[in-house]
């Protein structure tokens, strides 16, 4: 499979033929970071889930972030928008700085940080409300008011689903396929404006088609948001993330197993020439 | 282990036959319990109504009793306990529903697991305690001093309701799924208006379940009443600034008495008491079903 990397389209199937995405890294003096990751840990009731992590995640980028199960790589993401601190016994160390705040101080609102870091889950979760409301219901908390359909029109041009809803905004939202279910949180996150869009394997619940419409939406949108996606498809990653960080799991001394960075690079040198023989391993399908 | 073969002689070698008897016997034992709890209600159901049919008729519910005070009348009809107890389990929900939703949404969303167990094991405790100790309570809170009133009849009843309408909605919350929660949070939703606008509605049909069946519950309570919202006259009351009568009461207070044709009312008062219970109980299953269906639909 390693052969095939660098020719993405060869290793997917015909109905997948989605080109590779990927451009040009543009030079590391024009990178603007947007998060500073930090020896950063996660524990869920004092146990390891992630030990010691450092990054930089770049502004305008598509970060992908891979690895086997148990990896820690959906707990690292949560970490980025504070999502964890709404599960019980969470605690991290470590800082995150944000455009250079450290946005896991115990001062920061974390109903700020996720104002302004929005994200996209595993599995479709529309609110029990219709089409529009899904989008509008966010907007109106937030303040946004003003043209409110507008906004719900735009978000839902983003996110490639207009056509298939605009007839029927007010029916309610679980009667969507699964993969429009998703087109539309992803509307509803991008609606009301945020910088970074998290995404939590958000095809991994959806079939080959409603995957390859996310990915050419995320590709549309990559210059005006910055994405941070877990995924465990591969060949994803390789199409769409500019970077591409690697998680796997490690044994402590006791034989308790958390997860760790690996390595972080440019997609095209983590799916080519590997540094750490663990990426190569599991970039080549060797793993386990 | 031949001995698990399925030939009739393994099958004896096994004690299979003996077996299959007990397992018979187990079961129809359970099954005659059921019948016989089934049994009990259609029993007392029919009995009360075999007695209350001769007086169930339109002037038990539109007349007032005809002597100078409830119990010593010489009998017309109920209505005051009726209309009292319209009031008193009107004003105990207004009372007990807020502060129920309230105690269930902050166990739920917002306090702590430690909290949480201490409160709700508060909360069954208060279920536990019987209801004639409430009415003691509220006695001496609020009618030492000051006499009996509606008001305290339906605080007292509203101490009764607090844990069941609590319960319920905190059953129902625990049903709405994690990932709507977080799906609003993400947005940058602070978690009040989170709670507010995502979860509570989600959790309406349970609510309105569980107040159904404790309105059901407190309806038919006496106790409590006994010392708090008694000593009334023969005349239909709406104000619950004087004392109210209510269908328990009125149905214990004519039981008492020597004149057959106020126990046949009491019998039929019992009748509408019993009826208005299992109505109730039943629309709150029909809502519980149609709310459970709706939150498994959104999941």
């Not at chain 2, 000051?146 to 319960?167: E, H, K």
């Amino acid at each position: 499979m390693k052969e095939g990397t660098d020719d993405v389209t060869t290793m997917t199937e015909p109905a997948l033929r989605v080109q590779t995405r990927r451009r040009p890294l543009p030079p590391s003096e024009r990178l603007e970071r947007i998060f500073t990751v930090e020896n950063v840990s996660a524990l869920y009731g004092g146990r390891h889930a992630l030990k010691d992590v450092s990054l930089e995640i770049h502004k305008n980028l598509i970060t992908a972030v891979i690895g086997p199960s148990g990896c820690g790589k959906s707990t690292f993401i949560r970490c980025l928008n504070r999502m964890n601190d709404v599960v019980p016994g969470f605690t991290m160390t470590g800082t995150i700085r944000y455009h250079g705040q450290n946005i896991t101080a115990a001062d920061v609102d974390p109903v700020a940080v996720r104002r302004n870091i929005g994200m996209v889950f595993q599995r479709p979760n529309p609110f029990p409300k219709s089409i529009y409301d899904n989008i509008a219901w966010g907007l109106k908390v937030l303040g946004m008011r003003d043209d409110l359909e507008g906004r719900v029109e735009r978000a839902l041009v983003q996110a490639a689903l207009w056509d298939e809803v605009k007839d029927r905004l007010k029916a309610p939202a679980v009667s969507l396929s699964g993969g429009q279910q998703q087109r539309l949180c992803i509307a509803r996150a991008i609606a009301v404006e945020p910088d970074v869009v998290l995404m939590d394997e958000p095809a991994s619940a959806l079939d080959p088609i409603a995957t390859a419409a996310i990915e050419q939406l995320m590709h549309d949108l990559r210059d005006e948001y910055t994405f941070v996606i877990v995924t465990h498809n591969m060949q994803q990653a390789a199409r769409l993330a500019d970077m591409t960080a690697f998680f796997s799991v490690a044994r402590g001394d006791e034989g308790e197993r958390f997860g760790e960075l690996v390595e972080y690079d440019a997609t095209e040198k983590i799916f080519t020439a590997p540094a750490d023989p663990r990426t190569e391993d599991y970039v080549t399908g060797r793993f386990g | 282990m031949s001995a698990h073969g399925i030939t009739r002689a393994a099958q004896r070698a096994d004690r299979l036959p003996r077996r299959r008897a007990v397992n018979r016997l187990m079961e129809a034992l359970a099954a005659l319990s059921a019948l016989l709890a089934i049994a009990l209600l259609s029993l007392l159901v029919y009995s009360v109504a075999r007695r209350g049919a001769a007086q169930l008729d339109l002037d038990l519910l539109t007349k007032g009793p005809a002597g100078a005070f409830s119990f010593t009348p010489t009998a017309s009809g109920f209505a005051n306990a009726f209309a009292g107890s319209l009031v008193l389990v009107v004003l105990a929900t207004a009372m007990a529903l807020p502060v129920g939703i309230l105690t269930a949404l902050y166990l739920t969303e917002f306090a702590r697991p430690a909290t949480r167990g201490v409160v709700s094991l508060g909360l069954d405790v208060l279920n536990g305690v019987p209801a004639i100790v409430v009415g003691i309570f509220v006695f001496g809170l609020l009618v030492v001093g000051r006499g009996q009133s509606g008001f305290a009849g339906a605080f007292a009843l509203a101490c009764l309701m607090l844990p069941l309408v609590a319960r319920a909605t905190m059953e129902v919350l625990a049903l709405v799924p994690a990932s709507l929660r977080e799906a609003s949070l993400a947005l940058g939703v602070p978690p009040w208006r989170t709670t507010l606008g995502i979860v509570l509605p989600q959790a309406v049909g349970g609510i309105v379940t569980g107040t159904t069946l404790a309105v059901a519950r407190v309806a038919g309570e006496t106790a409590p009443l006994l010392f708090t919202s008694s000593l009334v006259g023969s005349g239909v009351s709406w104000n619950p600034q004087h004392a109210l009568q209510s269908v328990p009461v009125a149905i214990f207070e004519a039981s008492e008495q020597a004149d057959p044709t106020l126990h046949a009312q009491a019998w039929a008062a019992a009748t509408v008491l019993l009826a208005f219970i299992l109505v109730t109980s039943l629309a709150a299953r029909a809502l519980a079903a149609r709310s459970r269906r709706r939150i498994a639909t959104s999941r």
